[in-house]
């Protein structure tokens, strides 16, 4: 299953995301999930999310849920393996 990082910034500091949280849970629509997240110590502003999904459409959905708290930025991720593989192919072709 394809994987995206999720980077959330919160508009109004952590406090009212993890409200909502703690009496919502995250709102994932069924088909998107949830795999891991970190958040930046200190200010905990931001969070960065990993997460799996066959349809990148149900971001859309979820983003919605929090779109008065948060903004996002979604990005199709791959592991280093793969991209070091990915790059292999690349420069092999080129003749590198």
Do not use: N
Request: charged fraction near 20%; include cysteine; proline fraction near 6%.
């Amino acid at each position: 299953m394809p994987l995206f990082m999720v980077v959330e910034h919160y508009t109004h500091g952590p406090g009212p995301v993890y409200a909502r949280a703690a009496q919502r849970g995250r709102m994932l629509p069924e088909g998107l999930r949830y795999v891991g997240s970190w958040v930046v110590a200190g200010s905990l502003d931001t969070c960065f999310q990993l997460m799996e999904t066959d349809d990148p459409a149900l971001f859309d959905v979820w983003t919605g849920y929090w779109q008065d708290l948060v903004t996002f930025d979604v990005y199709p991720v791959v592991g280093s393996a793969e991209a070091g593989e990915a790059a292999r192919i690349v420069r092999d072709k080129r003749g590198e």
